[in-house]
């Protein structure tokens, strides 16, 4: 299963059991234009549908950047009165959403700049593992910019609310060190050996029980509403049908025949 679609600006791709998102974008350092954020909205509706797609990476081109933030030099012509602000802000929480609602794993690889609306789509992926050298901030004090409170939360939730105060208080760049102690990120590679450290956790992962991993994605996103709006229930569900898969039985038997499992997602 081996697919390609490509925009201007964005590409999915579809390779081995990982559905790829690709924003290229290298000229302004992948950042990130309403065009793009719609590419990789509906890469992430597709991708949640396909079986034959079990995790989900996400990265820029070159390396430069994973995301450098939104394309700034853009914001005067689409973020100039209140009603284009809304509509800019409508259209990437709509793509963020798909990725934090995506039922695969999903993985940030990220080389370079990470940075503003670049940090908020790596927070919205499962794991970030990042190359050394990486920066990451949140520029918004030096443009100006307002955030709301869910965008902070979800930050916060990861960093903490103290790290979160420091991230928007100075606007600076914090460096790879400092992104993995304050538990930002959840690995840092070698430049030269973060594809194929990515490559490789991204099949390890694909040959999992993809039942398992969708009982184990839903419950994360549950975990982060309001405990009023958990739908524990289908949790429970995803659970029990994890028990009465044809996969568990494969998953049994492979273990005492002490083989790989095949598993097929039933």
């Known amino acids: 299963m081996n697919s390609t679609s490509t925009t201007e600006k964005l590409i999915a791709r579809k390779q081995n059991g990982i559905g790829w998102v690709i924003f290229n974008h290298p000229e ?34 070159g390396d430069k950047a994973f995301v450098s933030g939104a394309d700034i030099s853009k914001f ?47 927070i919205s992926c499962d794991l970030r593992i990042a190359a050394e050298g990486s920066r990451f901030g949140v520029p918004a004090a030096k443009l100006g910019v307002g955030y709301k409170y869910s965008a902070l939360k979800r930050l916060s939730d990861i960093v ?30 070698p430049a030269g050996e973060l594809e194929q450290y990515v490559m490789d956790y991204a099949t390890t992962m694909a040959g999992n029980a993809p039942l398992t991993l969708a009982a184990v994605k839903r419950c994360l996103i549950e975990m982060r509403k309001d405990p ?17 898969s044809v996969d568990f039985t494969e998953g049994r038997t492979a273990f005492m025949e002490k083989r790989k499992p095949a598993f097929q997602g039933r």
Not at 228 to 244: G, I, P, T, Y
């Open 28 to 61: 302004r350092r992948n950042a990130m234009t309403p065009e793009m954020y719609d590419g990789m909205r509906a890469a992430l509706e597709d991708y949640a549908t396909d079986p034959d797609v079990r995790v989900v990476v996400l990265r820029g081109e």
């Open 160 to 189: 903490g609310p103290s790290f979160t105060a420091e991230i928007f208080y100075t606007g600076r760049q914090f460096s790879t060190e400092e992104a993995l102690a304050m538990g930002l990120v959840n690995r840092v590679l």
């Open 76 to 122: 005067a012509q689409n973020r100039s009165t209140p009603e284009q602000v809304r509509a800019s802000d409508e259209r990437s929480e709509a793509a963020n959403r798909a990725l934090r609602e995506c039922p695969k794993p999903t993985i940030a690889m990220i080389r370079g700049y990470c940075m503003g609306g670049g940090l908020g789509v790596a």
């Open 228 to 244: 009023v709006d958990r739908d524990l229930e289908l949790c429970q569900s995803m659970v029990e049908a994890c028990f009465a």
